[in-house]
């Protein structure tokens, strides 16, 4: 049963960065796209950043393009989102969740983790 | 971008009750078609992919049927573990795309 765990959320203030991680156990990481999915306090979902299973592709929701940077480390079974010129409209929880195969149009998310949430306040 | 719209937004049921959401899209996704269930605090759960496939360990009580761009969740006879938020996904293009959701309370 495969097993996700995010960290690194918190409070930062606009325009820092903020880099979270999502550990993954119970499954071979190295063998499925990951997704980052985020989720506004009493709002829906938004997707927000995919990587294929080598972390060679990679893409994401127009709202985080060029500020946001989703990478991997197959070896450490460890996803990353580096978040980069934060504003208060990417307060959320964020979410990991496993594609349902390798490539980045493998875009069913049948594990997801806890959550972290961040907070983008001055 | 694939637009996914959700109705109602809300709704009240009985335990026992037979529940339905449906979830339109902006263009054809042939069967590309996801539901998840998230309650109060709790991470989405994948409930049904391919537009009718039962994810494994979920309830037979639940079932989803549709193709191109009408879509239908069911619950057959509602459990009070049932009460919560349900969104519709579709995975046929990038973005890939939720509905607003429909939240399911207790009547």
């Known amino acids: 049963q495969g097993q996700l765990v995010e960290s690194g959320g918190g409070v930062v203030q606009p325009g820092r960065s903020l880099r979270l991680s999502c550990a993954a156990t119970?499954?071979?990481?190295?063998?499925?796209?990951m997704h980052w999915v985020r989720q506004a306090p009493g709002r829906g979902l938004e997707w927000v950043a995919v990587?294929?299973?080598?972390?060679?592709?990679?893409y994401y929701a127009d709202s985080v393009k060029g500020r946001f940077t989703i990478s991997r480390d197959n070896s450490k079974s460890t996803l990353y989102l580096q978040m980069g010129s934060l504003i208060a409209e990417d307060t959320a929880v964020y979410y990991c969740?496993?594609?349902?195969?390798?490539?980045?149009?493998?875009?069913?998310?049948?594990?997801w983790g806890q959550g972290t949430l961040v907070t983008v306040s001055s | 971008d694939i637009q996914m719209t959700q109705s109602p937004s809300s709704l009240s049921a009985s335990v026992g009750d037979r529940v339905t959401i449906t979830c339109r899209a902006s263009?054809?996704?042939?069967?590309?078609l996801n539901w998840y269930q998230q309650r109060p605090g709790n991470a989405p759960n994948l409930l049904i992919y391919?537009?009718?496939s039962l994810q494994s360990g979920v309830p037979s009580r639940f079932s989803g049927s549709g193709s191109g761009t009408d879509f239908t969740l069911t619950i057959s006879s509602l459990q009070p573990e049932d009460f919560a938020t349900y969104y519709c996904?579709?995975?046929?293009?990038?973005?890939?795309?939720f509905g607003q959701g429909t939240k399911v309370e207790i009547k």
């Open positions: 263009q054809s996704i042939s069967n590309n």
């Open positions: 119970g499954f071979t990481l190295s063998s499925y796209a």
């Open positions: 391919t537009a009718f």
């Open positions: 990587t294929s299973y080598d972390g060679g592709h990679n």
């Open positions: 996904q579709q995975s046929y293009s990038t973005p890939p795309t």
């Open positions: 969740a496993r594609g349902d195969c390798s490539s980045t149009s493998c875009r069913r998310f049948d594990y």
